[in-house]
């Protein structure tokens, strides 16, 4: 089992930035990978960013791409979402996400979640 809690989320001008945490407890494996995810109210559950725990390296959707980076601290077992040019159409609860399988953008691929936080973009 793994655990997931996300923190960061809040309320910011369009053009600013937030950073999330998602801090993972519990039993992980070197082929983890980790993800964040965002739904708004109405819509279904989108791919953002994602990052294989043991190389580092990520995959980002185009919407985010440039914008948003994605980063891990194993030593904190904590993943990070940066996100910069904070645009309102960002506006979403976020998740953190962990599959033990290589990253994909598909949501059902991942077995773990967290609450999420919300994300909050004013114009």
């Known amino acids: 089992q793994v655990q997931l809690v996300e923190s960061g989320g809040g309320l910011v001008q369009a053009g600013g930035s937030l950073r999330l945490s998602c801090v993972a407890s519990?039993?992980?494996?070197?082929?983890?990978?980790m993800a964040w995810f965002r739904q708004a109210p109405g819509k279904e559950r989108d791919f953002v960013a994602a990052i294989k725990w043991n190389t580092g390296a990520p995959y980002y959707s185009d919407p985010v791409e440039g914008r948003f980076t994605i980063s891990r601290d194993n030593a904190k077992n904590t993943v990070y979402l940066q996100m910069n040019s904070l645009k309102p159409e960002d506006t979403a609860v976020y998740y953190c996400a962990a599959a033990n399988s290589p990253p994909s953008g598909s949501a059902a691929q991942y077995s773990y979640w967290g609450q999420g936080t919300q994300v909050t973009v004013s114009s």
């Open positions: 519990g039993r992980t494996f070197s082929s983890t990978t």
